[in-house]
Each structure stands twice: as C-alpha cells, then as structure tokens.
C-alpha cells in the first residue's frame, strides 16, 4: 500500500519506521527540507519533500501534525489527494479534529495513537513505538465503514491494541488519565518550587527519587503539548480538575482532622482502585 | 563488625544482605519465626532469633520496624545491649523518632535511605538496594561524633549518596518530595473513580498508559506507609498541601480564563524546574 506522512516528528517518523518495515511504500511530508533529509537517511520514509504533490499516489494518508494545524493541513492537501484516498490523524484530542475535518473530507477516521517519549522530533524516531500500546480510532456514523476497515487493518499490523469510541468518550477519558495527570504533575513540582527556605530546597532537589521522579515527570514535559490538552480539552479538563480538587480536599480534610482511619480507608480504596485500571507492570 | 538488625522486612533484610557480602557478622531479629527462617535460608543474616537476647554481641543495631516501633523497641532492647553499642534506624521521619530515642540512648543515628520498592516484607530483599541513592543521616548536637563516624562508614559502604542534615530539616525535604506525592497520586486516582458514565469509566481504564501509570504509582501504593508518613509528618506535609492547592488553584484559573500564555510559561516553569532536581533519567 503506498502510504503518506505528513508530520515527521516522533509519531510520524515512528509509523514510517514500522510501516516500511511491514512491505508499505512510505511517502513523508516535512515543512523542512532538513527533516526530509533526515527522514530519508534514517530509513523512515521511501521518499520525502516539502510538497504535498508527492502525497497524489498515497492510498492511505496519517496527518501527524500539531493538532492546532490538522484541519488546515486537510484543506491544503485536498486539492493534490486520489479521490478514495482514506485520511487519518494522531491527535490526542477527537472532537474538534473529527467536527472540523469530517465535512472537509469524508473518508476520514480519527485515531488516537496512545504512545509517546520524552523526546520528540525525528530523531526520537523508534520502531515498535505502538506495539502493546493502545490506539484508539473514533469514526462517526456517517464513516465509511471500508475507511475504517483500512484504517484498522493498519493500526493492527503495528500490534497496538484497537479501541473505537466516539470522539467525545475519548476525550473524557483521556482528560482523566492523560491531560489531567499532566497538571497534578506540574503543580507538584511548581509547589515544590515554592519552598523559602534555601537550605531545605536544596535539600529537596538532592533528596528526590523514584516517587518524586515518577509523579513529576509529565508535568516537566513538552509545555506547547500541556498547552494544547488544555485548549483543545478545555471543558473536560476541567470538569476533571474540579472533581480532582475535590477528591484533594477530602484527603486535606482527612489529615487535618488527624483521622487516621479515615485516610488508610482513602489509600486502601485508590490501592484497589488503581489495580482496576490495564497498566503495564510497574518498572 | 557485628551488626543487628531488628525488623527484617524490604529495608532490613536488603541491608541484611550488603552487609554480609561486605563481610560482616549480620544478626536479625524478627517478631516472626517463620521471618527468621527465610532470612537466614536467603542468606540475608548469619543468625536470626525472635529473642533480643542475640543482639548482645551487636556494636551497630539497625531499627528497621515501622516508624511508629522505633522509640518502643528501643526501650525493650536497652537491657541486652552492650554499653559502647550503636543504634541507627531507617524511619522515614526523623524528628519524632530522633526525640524519643535520643534520650533512651545517646549513642543513636537517626538515618533514612531513600531507596524502595513496590514489594515488602522479607521476599522482597534484594542486594544493591541502597547503591546510588541517597541515605540522609540527621545527628542532634548532642550525637557522639564517633557514633555518627562509624555509621556514616557503613552506609558509605553501601555506596549510597550520604547527606547530613538537621531532622527538621529531612522532614520539610520529605514532606514535598516523598510525602506529598502520595497524597497528590492518590487524589488521582480518587478523582479518575468519581467518573459516573460507565462507558467512559471502562475506557479510561482501559487507555491508561505509561503518563497515568507514572503519576499513580506512590498513591496506589501501602496504604500503612501513606498512613505513617501523614501522621508523623503532619505538619509539614499539611504545609506542602497547602502550597500544592495553592499552586493547582493557580493553574486551574489560568486554564478557566483560557490564559493559554500564561500556561504556557507556567509549564515552561515545571520543566526548568524539574531539571533542578538531581533525578536519575527517566526511562
């Protein structure tokens, strides 16, 4: 199948990688001549450029641009698509994505490939990036099912494992476990931050291990990602926010009032409660 | 040397099994026979008994029950203990165990390795635990210099990275760093099972990835340990949840105005922050 990528970052060079790997014809679109180069000497893509012409041969084409630049990139693309050519995208929110470019292009399937990396860019580019991981795809009533059919085949062939909902369902639930872990994160290294004594702050930076590591880590990453969460998921957010601080304030509360029993009952509840949840073990 | 150690549970039996491939006479003391047995089945100590009675050759005892023993254990080991003998424990709160024990036995250490596991009890000792992490030791005016010297040597040993500091001091540390992202965790995963559409729930669940699985490890964690950090940290950590709400006020406002800049420089402000800490890399 020939395949395109517009978007060589992380995502996109990482699909280019295991789709080549499994007898595709990958077509990548960069806006830099530079990531075209690299994408093509780091065996991501059969062929890249700058243009969007190159994508006329493309059966299938993955958007994996910034999600803010999504429906744009659709109605540039259009004029230079095959007419039954399947479009689909790797934003981590679904509503305004599938809302604004279902009308532009029908044959269109959402999906949400649920894998990352501290790096981003090209060159954190790795095979296997979404083997075992979830990936979900959001078509709506009025997708062609044979779109969706295409698109699924893909995405199994990466070994991820499909989940289709609407796009509404996965944006609650990824403000749930995605977007808001991103700010518990970042107010708990800003808290941190907030120490006055010098001594004791210093002390803090030296002292903090794996916990302190596990739970900052999203919160220290890409601020622009963070910012789009936010923006893009800005009502489920922040309905989650709310419920969050709510659930903070019980445990305050608790701990204030000294009741001891009171808080084991609350950490023996989120212990059963997080093993409900399909992590992978823990390290 | 002759060390003893009471408690012979992760930290106990991990130090257990350092100490005797650096060559030490290892003896532990276990409230369980069945303890006993295992630990010196894994090798873990060269004797084990239920009786304090073994501990009288010890020139180091180890304290390695759960915080809220220390002072009493203490107390029931005087009268077998030899006159010039150490005691050290491994609490992860040092004012309240430093003030009780002090007065018991002047020669006393109040010590802290900063090292885990997601498994406890004697099975889950593991040899290395403590090599590159820190082991903060937090002597009073009052220590006996030789005492603090003659500890210190022995976590050296263990290649730990040693700090000293005043016990107010470890406590305020923790409290941000090990103590508040328990609470903030396992608010978390509180918030994440307050979500009321089944649908929703079950996705959540299901698309939970290495972000949520990060950010909920220490909630999900002993809810006994949650426990004994609140209640003999309580100040300090009600101070840092304080600081955290604050902090997650701020954010919340920022993303309720769709203040998308000033998130951005708040994000942008947690990753420069997060690289101040000396955190071993993420994987």
Known sequence: MNIGIVGLGLIGGSLGLDLRALGHQVLGVSRQE?????AIDRGVVDDASVNLTLLAAADVVFICTPIGQIAS?????????????????????KTPVVEAVTPLWLNFVGGHPMAGREYSGIEAAVSGLFAGNPYVLTPIETTPPEAVKVVEQIVRSLTSNVYF????????????ISHLPVMVSASLIHACGSETDPVV??????LASSGFRDTSRVGGGNPELGVMMARYNR????????????????LIELIDQENWKGLEQRL????????QFHLKADD
Chains 1, 2 share one sequence.
């Open 268 to 275: 023996q509840e989120t212990q059963a409660q997080r093993s």
């Open 201 to 206: 702050l210093e002390l803090l930076q030296q």
């Open 165 to 176: 909902c609407h796009p509404a369902d996965h944006d609650q639930a990824v403000a749930w």
């Open 235 to 250: 009502e489920f957010l922040w309905r989650s926010l709310l419920n969050y601080r709510q659930s903070l304030d019980q």
């Open 73 to 93: 990139m659709v109605q540039q693309l259009i004029p230079h698509l095959s007419p039954n050519a399947i479009l689909t995208d790797v934003g981590s929110v």
């Open 34 to 38: 530079r990531t075209c180069q690299v």
